[in-house]
């Protein structure tokens, strides 16, 4: 049996003004957790007093505030140096854990030596599994079917829908490449030998990366459907998705010429350059268009 003075599982959260999602997050990892636990948040210079918050409710937390928005990877690795579990939790937020769910990640990381990270079954509100909850590596191929929408039009197909791995049951746990960062489980020593969170990405990406890397140094990822949440993903303001988008297409970027690159022509670089960033000029079109309708 564990010491019981250290926390088996730590939970990391990073947040920005998100104080009520915070709140009820916290309840329900300190609910579900049945070894002990610790909780780090990482508050990224919110104006919402989530902080005060959250020491007034849950003084047991450890509450890490920084001076300015950091972004996610950077504000993560700030948490991360202040976990001592032997599992990491990370949980963004917006995601409410199910009873049992702490512990039943847990369980699968101490069967299975092999593993370096494992996420749950995580859904949408309206009871959809999260598409980022299971995930393929974006390779240029993967990528391009994603883009073009073929994965959207075969979500079930081993190779257009290879991206969100929807050829697989999702009532048995198995093997994938990537997890999301909303909620996954991580090996504290896995993670000590790969490394925390690449600060190049800002808000998208590095779970990505993250799991690319375990699985380059040897470790698997693992989805558990037994262990669930639910990720309750709210509409956004035009400047925020115009941020987002952008964001997200960076980090589309920032994978590719990190992980695939040295190993991709000259020319096949370029096409990946154009299809990411003409899908971001494309969305933007899109959007501006919409916009003009509403009005």
């Not at 000590?192 to 969170?197: K, Q």
């Amino acid at each position: 049996m564990p010491d019981s003075g250290k926390p088996v599982v730590s939970a990391l959260i990073v947040s920005r003004n998100s104080k009520d999602d915070l709140l009820r997050c916290l309840k329900s990892f300190y609910a579900s957790a049945d070894v002990p636990v610790e909780a780090i948040v990482v508050d990224n210079d919110s104006s919402d007093g989530s902080p005060a918050a959250v020491t007034d409710d849950f003084p047991q937390a450890t509450v890490l505030v920084q001076s300015k928005n950091l972004g996610y990877g950077r504000a993560a690795n700030a948490g991360l140096e202040r976990c001592q579990g032997r599992f990491v939790l990370l949980v963004a937020p917006n995601v409410t854990l199910d009873p049992q769910c702490v512990g039943r990640l847990a369980d699968l990381l101490l069967t299975r030596p092999d593993a370096g990270a494992v996420g749950p079954r995580l859904t949408l509100p309206d009871g959809k599994l999260d598409p980022d909850a299971r995930r393929a590596f974006p390779s240029p191929g993967t990528l391009f079917y994603q883009t073009v929408g073929l994965s959207r039009l075969f979500p079930k197909s081993a190779r257009f829908g290879r991206y969100n791995m929807g050829y697989l049951p999702d009532n048995e746990v198995h093997e994938i490449d990537a997890g999301t960062a909303a909620c996954m489980m991580l090996r504290r020593s896995a993670l000590d030998r790969v490394g925390f969170f690449d600060p190049r990405y800002y808000m998208f990406g590095e779970d990505l990366d993250l799991c690319y890397r375990l699985k380059q140094g040897g470790w698997k990822v693992f989805f558990a459907p037994t262990a669930r949440a639910t990720h309750s993903v709210k509409p956004v303001s035009p400047d925020r998705e115009r941020q987002l988008s952008y964001e997200r297409h960076r980090a589309m970027w920032t994978y590719h010429f990190k992980h695939h690159s040295e190993d991709t022509s000259a020319f096949g670089n370029g096409l990946v350059w154009a299809q990411i960033w003409g899908g971001y000029a494309a969305g933007r079109v899109g959007s501006l268009l919409r916009g003009r309708q509403a009005t």
